[in-house]
């Protein structure tokens, strides 16, 4: 009876140090989510997902000092990925095994400005290639500038920028319904752009459609009636219909927005010569020397006008 009883202990005393069949198999995870300058980001969404077979799916948030935690997890490969509204979303792959915690790398949250920057990037590669087709345009290599720009707009399609440049290289090989669709997307894409509008009015103008130019113009200048640009490429196309009088009015607009701007100076002085309104046209040639204008052409223009008016 006492050997019964003594085996009996044995075998309740070798169960009782057997490890636990469920804490062998599972593993924990930890890790921080940082911000550009490597701060603590907290509030952040941390999803952890099994990649070894049957799909599992963990989720968990940072704490104050950026840190989170998850247990039970099967041993194995697992995808982490980080995210928080105002941040572009971070992602690493980490091994978890039995013991200890594995320790996970620091998931660093950028936001879309930073992250823009980082070479690899999307928008590095986008800087890139459209530096590089902007070369073959000043270069006069127009095929391959076009290809260029037709690439990008396959993996980005809404950059306004990508359309303007393309409408650029149709207007220099005076495709002009190429440029002008060009033009008009992406003035859907960025609506009102003065730059775009008057390379848009452009291409009416040279396609034969002035009044259409000059009403595209016009729209622009109306709708944006601080725009000094706006009002300066106005007074150009109501100049080059004949229309002086607006085109001094337009002129006079832009200056009273931007006092410096040298060209506006230069075509008010010679619609003012062509006025007989002497004094005001030597003011306004004496302001537009002033600034050393770079247009060799306008410059000894002002010259000889300066010079005769002076006489």
């Known amino acids: ?152 707009l396959q993996e980005f399609p809404d950059v306004p920028e990508l359309h303007q440049n393309l409408g650029i290289v149709y207007s220099l090989k005076k495709d002009w319904p190429a440029a002008e669709a060009c033009y008009l997307k992406a003035l859907e894409l960025r609506p009102g752009d003065t730059q775009v509008t008057t390379a848009l009015a452009s291409v009416y103008q040279e396609s034969g459609r002035a009044d259409q130019a000059l009403q595209t113009m016009s729209d622009v200048a109306g709708a944006s009636p601080e725009d000094a640009d706006a009002q300066f490429n106005k007074g150009i196309f109501l100049l080059n219909a004949g229309k002086t009088e607006e085109a001094a009015a337009a002129f006079e607009s832009a200056l009273a927005l931007e006092p410096a701007m040298a060209e506006a100076h230069y075509h008010l002085a010679t619609i003012l010569v062509g006025q007989s309104k002497v004094p005001e046209a030597i003011q306004h040639l004496e302001e537009y020397l002033a600034f050393d204008p770079q247009n060799a052409q306008y410059k000894a223009t002002a010259q000889g006008l300066l010079q005769a008016l002076k006489k």
């Open 1 to 152: 009876m006492k050997r019964v009883i003594l085996g009996g202990a044995l075998l309740a005393g070798l169960a009782f140090l057997a490890p636990s069949p469920a804490s062998a198999q599972v593993g924990q995870v930890r890790g921080k989510v940082v911000g550009p300058e490597g701060e603590a980001i907290v509030g952040a969404t941390v999803v952890i997902e099994f990649q070894g077979g049957v799909p599992r799916k963990f989720e968990v948030k940072s704490n104050k000092k950026g840190e989170y935690m998850q247990v039970g997890l099967q041993p194995g490969p697992y995808r982490l990925t980080a995210t928080k509204e105002g941040y572009r979303g971070a992602i690493a792959n980490v091994r978890v095994s039995l013991g200890d915690a594995t320790e996970a790398p620091d998931l660093q949250l950028l936001t879309p400005q930073v992250a823009a920057q980082q070479p690899g990037s999307a928008e590095a590669e986008l800087r890139e290639k459209f530096a590089a087709a902007a070369e073959m345009t000043s270069a006069g290599q127009l095929d391959e500038a076009e290809a260029a720009y037709k690439a990008l």
